[in-house]
T-cell receptor, first 111, second 112 residues
Framework: KNQVEQSPQSLIILEGKNCTLQ??????????LRWYKQDTGRGPVSLTIMTFSENTKSNGRYTATLDADTKQSSLHITASQLSDSASYIC??????????FGKGTRLHILP | DGGITQSPKYLFRKEGQNVTLSCEQN?????MYWYRQDPGQGLRLIYY???????QKGDIAEGYSVSREKKESFPLTVTSAQKNPTAFYLC???????????FGPGTRLTVT
């Protein structure tokens, strides 16, 4: 069954700290994996997109990793800021164009 | 939110009324999508269109209808047949179905 599981469901950290969000998937055949940031009441915004051959991709303070063998991805946020408070959604695309969304991790940054 | 606009941001309707949500993009993308987002759930695909005058049902198409008469526009009609229409609706577009999607700001529909 094609699924995308994200953990934790929610996370609270202090401003300036680092954190890592996890994404495990059982989607096959795999095409690419995407991380999106969604502010409350807004549309998701793309952070990274990785194909099978890419292990790491960075976008500023955001670094995504992909292990296609274990079907795991992580999103690491360095030196968190209050503006990082949002939901982070992991999305996996299959080669037949079907796109499966995770339920997201809700991140709260406290001052 | 890129070059995708959705209007209105908030919409209120009485039960039994049809309502149309607008989605326009100026990114010259061929593919467009409609998703529904409910609390605690991942985005669910309602309809998608890969090209003008063509569209396909997604996972939860019942009670919804769409049209794609222009490349830039992909309106969604929520009909009275949709049993639980209150939700946050997101429109997205991409160059083709293989490429990453760009999302609009969303429309929050409340039906009472």
């Amino acid at each position: 069954k094609n699924q995308v599981e994200q953990s934790p469901q929610s996370l609270i950290i202090l401003e300036g700290k680092n954190c890592t969000l996890q994404c495990n998937y059982t989607v096959s055949p795999f095409s690419n994996l995407r991380w999106y940031k969604q502010d409350t009441g807004r549309g998701p915004v793309s952070l990274t997109i990785m194909t099978f051959s890419e292990n790491t991709k960075s976008n500023g303070r955001y670094t995504a990793t992909l292990d296609a063998d274990t079907k795991q991805s992580s999103l690491h946020i360095t030196a968190s800021q209050l503006s990082d408070s949002a939901s982070y959604i992991c999305v996996v695309a299959r080669r037949d164009d079907k796109i499966i969304f995770g339920k997201g991790t809700r991140l709260h940054i406290l001052p | 939110d890129g070059g995708i606009t959705q209007s209105p941001k908030y919409l209120f309707r009485k039960e039994g009324q049809n309502v149309t949500l607008s989605c326009e993009q100026n990114l010259n993308h061929d593919a467009m999508y409609w998703y529904r987002q409910d609390p605690g759930q991942g985005l669910r695909l309602i309809y998608y269109s890969q090209i003008v005058n063509d569209f396909q049902k997604g996972d939860i198409a019942e009670g919804y209808s769409v049209s794609r008469e222009k490349k830039e526009s992909f309106p969604l009609t929520v009909t009275s047949a949709q049993k639980n229409p209150t939700a946050f609706y997101l429109c997205a577009s991409s160059m083709t179905r293989y490429y990453e999607q760009y999302f609009g700001p969303g429309t929050r529909l409340t039906v009472t």
